[in-house]
């Protein structure tokens, strides 16, 4: 099993990055974020309190996820479009800093890693927590305007309320107890502010065989 780790906030590149490499490596791809959002969105669905630890926790036991390149699947039902609702961005971070639920997700994620060859794998703690033996553990980075800009553009929000929205989450992940977004100590950190994907890729790519 060959895991390439991609970790950073958002808006600087992860997913579109990370799916690149794994086309390049003919390699699986996993959207950790697409899980968390998708356990968000069945706590809401179900009228649960995204703080209530308990009750999340037994829904992330509970919820079936199935994360694909084209569609998010939720519990039987087409779930790509709702799980990046501003209601589920709200309740997302709450729900991610829950114990049990990363703890249920992480065994899912080695679960589907162990399932593959190789895989391209992408979140915030990958490198740190899901997978600290991983082959490759990058940290992509930008600049705070240059990711709310290409934040507002993918969600047709407004750029400075984008800028809000991610400044808070941002906070909210840095500083949770359990696996906060940080770059592992052994981790490329790549800033992509003024890099093309491309040019992001090969630079992944460059790393993995030196």
Request: a negative charge.
């Amino acid at each position: 099993m060959r895991v390439i780790a991609i970790d950073g906030p958002s808006g600087s590149g992860k997913t579109t990055v990370s799916r690149a490499v794994a086309a390049r490596l003919d390699a699986g791809h996993l959207d950790t974020g697409a899980m968390y959002r998708s356990v968000a969105l069945s706590v809401l669905k179900r009228g649960v309190d995204p703080e209530d630890q308990h009750t999340v926790a037994r829904v992330a036991l509970e919820v079936t996820i199935d994360v694909g390149e084209e569609k998010v699947v939720v519990d039987g039902e087409d779930a790509t479009a709702h799980i990046r609702g501003d209601d589920v961005t709200r309740a997302v971070s709450a729900v991610a800093s829950n114990p049990a639920v990363r703890e249920e997700m992480v065994r899912r994620q080695r679960e589907w890693a162990a399932a593959r060859d190789v895989g391209v794998v992408e979140g915030r703690d990958i490198g740190t927590v899901v997978f600290p033996d991983a082959e490759l553990k990058v940290y992509l980075v930008a600049g705070d305007a240059v990711r709310a800009r290409r934040r507002s553009t993918e969600t047709g929000g407004v750029e400075g309320t984008v800028a809000a929205d991610m400044a808070r989450r941002d906070e909210l992940d840095s500083t949770r107890a359990a696996s906060p977004l940080k770059a592992a100590d052994d981790a490329v950190v790549l800033d992509t502010s003024d890099l093309t994907v491309d040019q992001v890729v090969e630079e992944v790519l460059r790393n993995l065989n030196p």
